[in-house]
């Protein structure tokens, strides 16, 4: 077509039908030049000089009629196109026209349809001529003629009609099921495998064409001779005659469409379920093309078009829907503006996605238009869902009201909450609930991030098990507390409740948490003071037990004494050996009050500073202090300390326990190996372990553990001792909050681990 435009001959004699086919052809999306005339000379001279792309011909002229038209078109020997245009013509003209070749016809009352029709009669046209010339060219040539046929699933025919003798090629053997020799080429065994539904149709329409018609399209389903297959044919058949008219060659081919036939019938069932899909779909949807004109619509539409009297046909398919847009009723220009805009940058590329929320004039319906590119391949355009969004505004604003009164009653609480979806999403929360998640994460809350975001990586999995608790309908409650720069810890009450809906789902969590660190703090000043005065109850039992045994053994040696000094004259023998015993008495008795005295002045330290130690230094001074003991005896003093050097403690009761379990180290030390003390430092949690490892004796506790600890208990007395020094550790340890444990066997060693906490209390 030259300059891209159709070139269309109209063969009419009324003016007035000549301009409906214009106005009809104007409205489509056709570009198309076009000539009309009225008379039999015209109409030839049209052919040959204008040589038109398609002819449109009237049924009935004063000079001639569309017949005859029909007959002087394919006389010329040109491949054109040719459509009846008539009033009314009865289904047997109609069927004859078409069988003899005419691509269409177009009742006048359906124009319509006209444009498709020239469309589908072009297309038709140029698939004929191609496939024409490619027959003609491979024909030309046996080989290439087999390669087609295979290519193609092509078998072409020729069958004498009177001798019934007839030529198949490889091809056609192949659509049949058999080898070449296999059957007996001829009319009848080829059309006797026509299916039985197409028989009678297909034996019909091949009489008519012997009868009349100089071709004939056939398109039926056949069963092939050994399995049965069936398969969908297409066969074009040349009807030969001879100078009396007489049918003499029946010649053509056939060509296997099954695969085509089955992809139709996939593509016209998922038709189906797309359409089914749209109309089972509550939103009114419209599929419109790249020039905006409505395609498709859904039951949803076609029923609003009705309800709201559009004024459009057939539910405006084939109009614009930008135009029913700018006149539609219900919405503001500034509305339906910004609507066509939004359409027309989908259909341009220009956005993804244009989604909009408006409401009808007067506000009583609210809308929502989403608008996305249409997955067509085939074509461009866009899909536009229409969903009457009223009820969810009116549940949205009655929850603004709600929230509203929610966050006053949020804002006046001690309580810290936090508002989740079921993905734990941030809904609300309130500013008690955003200041501690401040001062705690470093993190503001922001509404719809997750809170585990938030949360430490350690207290993830914590939070995740209460979550799937709360899923199951339970409510969760504990203690937590956090660290704060300062060293000190914030206490929380937390709780975790699940929220539901009218059927008892879960569609929520709601987090509150309130601080009772002040209430936490009075529970530890008491548990303190409880413990101190059990340990100052055990000292008092302690003490009882001095006074009544270590001072009253002494006391009871000086009273008998004296009594016998007041018996024994002086200058004797006997009053010297008395007083010499008496001396002996009292010096027991000095070293009683001594060791007393050392042990209240454990409590008279309580005013001591807590202050940070390095255990390094402390281990230093220690080892400079009994340097002597350490050189004279050879032993070997190991400190790591590398995973926790400096700690606030009492320094004096920390240099007062490590030297005391140092030295009984040394002093209970194998005289067959040399002594090694290691001591370490290691973080669990939050305590600090220090632990006092050595090579020595060891210490039978099975026999001597219950009493390890006790004042004046002794193991070993092959070494110098009071069995105070393990006693006064274990006071001075539980007086700064810690602990002491022991591990040891015998001609090994033994291993003391004391266990602080990371800060320690002031023992006061």
Not at 103 to 114: E, I, N, P, S, T
């Amino acid at each position: 077509m030259a300059d891209n435009k159709l070139k269309i001959l109209h063969l009419e004699d009324m003016p007035t039908d000549a301009e409906l086919v214009d106005m009809t052809l104007k409205r489509s999306e056709l570009i198309f030049e076009k000539i009309v005339v009225d008379n039999k000379i015209d109409f030839i001279t049209a052919i040959n000089e204008y040589k038109p792309d398609i002819v449109l011909s009237d049924h009935s002229l004063p000079s001639f009629d569309s017949i005859e038209a029909f007959e002087i078109l394919k006389q010329s020997k040109l491949n054109i196109p040719f459509i009846l245009i008539t009033a009314t013509i009865s289904e047997e003209f109609a069927v004859e026209i078409m069988r003899n070749g005419a691509a269409d016809y177009v009742l006048k009352d359906r124009m319509q349809r006209l444009p498709k029709a020239i469309e589908n009669a072009l297309d038709k046209n140029r698939l004929d001529a191609e496939r024409k010339k490619y027959m003609n060219e491979v024909i030309a040539n046996e080989s290439l003629l087999r390669e087609a046929e295979d290519i193609a699933n092509i078998g072409s025919l020729d069958i004498d009609i009177k001798t019934q003798v007839a030529q198949w090629s490889p091809g056609l053997y192949h659509i049949l099921g058999v080898r070449i020799g296999e059957i007996q080429p001829s009319f009848s065994s080829f059309f006797n495998q026509v299916h039985a539904d197409d028989a009678i149709r297909i034996k019909r329409e091949m009489d008519e064409a012997i009868a009349n018609a100089g071709y004939v399209n056939l398109n039926f389903k056949l069963k092939t001779y050994k399995d049965d297959e069936i398969k969908h044919l297409h066969a074009k058949l040349l009807i030969e005659r001879d100078s009396k008219g007489a049918a003499v060659h029946i010649k053509g081919f056939a060509q296997d469409i099954t695969e085509q036939k089955l992809a139709e019938e996939k593509i016209q069932e998922a038709s189906e379920m797309q359409t089914a899909i749209l109309n089972a779909l509550p939103p009114n949807i419209v599929l419109i093309n790249e020039k905006g004109k409505i395609i498709a619509v859904n039951e949803s539409w076609k029923k609003l078009a009705l309800f709201n009297n559009l004024g459009i046909p057939n539910y405006g398919l084939g109009y614009s829907y930008l135009a029913i847009s700018e006149t539609a009723t219900g919405i503001d220009k500034a509305t339906s503006a910004k609507i066509e805009a939004g359409i027309r940058d989908i259909i341009r590329g220009n956005k993804k996605e244009f989604v909009m929320e408006y409401a009808s004039l007067g506000g009583k319906e609210w809308y929502m238009m989403v608008v996305t590119p249409l997955a067509d391949h085939m074509q461009k355009g866009a899909v536009v869902l229409h969903t009457n969004i009223t009820d969810r505004k009116v549940a949205e604003e009655l929850l603004q009201k709600s929230e509203a009164n929610l966050r006053t009653v949020f804002e006046n609480l001690d309580l810290a909450i936090i508002l989740f979806d079921t993905d734990l999403k941030v809904i609300s929360c309130n500013s008690n609930a955003s200041e501690a998640m401040m001062r705690h994460f470093s993190k503001p809350l922001k509404i719809g991030k997750p809170i585990i975001n938030y949360l430490p990586k350690e207290r993830r999995r914590y939070v995740r098990k209460a979550i799937d608790k709360v899923k199951a309908h339970k409510v969760v409650a504990y203690e937590s507390n956090f660290e704060l720069p300062d060293g000190e810890r914030e206490w929380y009450d937390v709780k975790w409740v699940g929220v539901t809906d009218k059927q008892n789902e879960i569609v929520g969590v709601i987090l509150t948490f309130k601080n009772i660190t002040e209430k936490k703090n009075r529970e530890s000043e008491r548990e303190s003071m409880t413990a101190d005065l059990a340990q100052r109850n055990k000292d008092l039992e302690q003490f009882t037990y001095i006074i009544s045994h270590n001072l009253r053994a002494p006391v009871a040696n000086i009273q008998g004494l004296a009594s016998l000094l007041g018996d024994t004259e002086p200058g004797r023998a006997e009053s010297n050996e008395t007083l010499e015993a008496l001396a002996v008495s009292v010096n027991n008795l000095d070293k009683v009050i001594l060791d007393l005295n050392q042990i209240l002045q454990l409590r008279s330290q309580i005013n001591d500073q807590i202050e940070l130690v390095s255990l390094t230094a402390l281990v230093n001074e220690i080892k400079e202090g009994i340097s002597q003991m350490i050189a004279k005896n050879e032993v070997v003093v190991n400190s790591n300390f590398n995973a926790i050097d400096e700690l606030y403690i009492l320094k004096s009761y920390l240099y007062s326990i490590l030297q005391n379990l140092v030295v009984n180290s040394i002093k209970y030390r194998r005289d067959e190996v040399t002594p090694v003390i290691n001591i370490n430092s290691k973080v669990s949690g939050d305590k600090i372990i220090v632990s006092v490892k050595d090579n020595g004796k060891g210490i039978d506790l099975n026999k001597y553990g219950a009493h390890l600890f006790g004042l004046y208990k002794r193991f070993d007395w092959s070494v110098e001792g009071k069995g105070v020094g393990l006693f006064m550790v274990k006071m001075q340890i539980e007086s700064l909050g810690g602990s002491i444990s022991v591990n040891s066997k015998l001609n090994v060693g033994t291993e003391f681990t004391l266990e602080f906490p990371r800060v320690v209390q002031s023992p006061n």
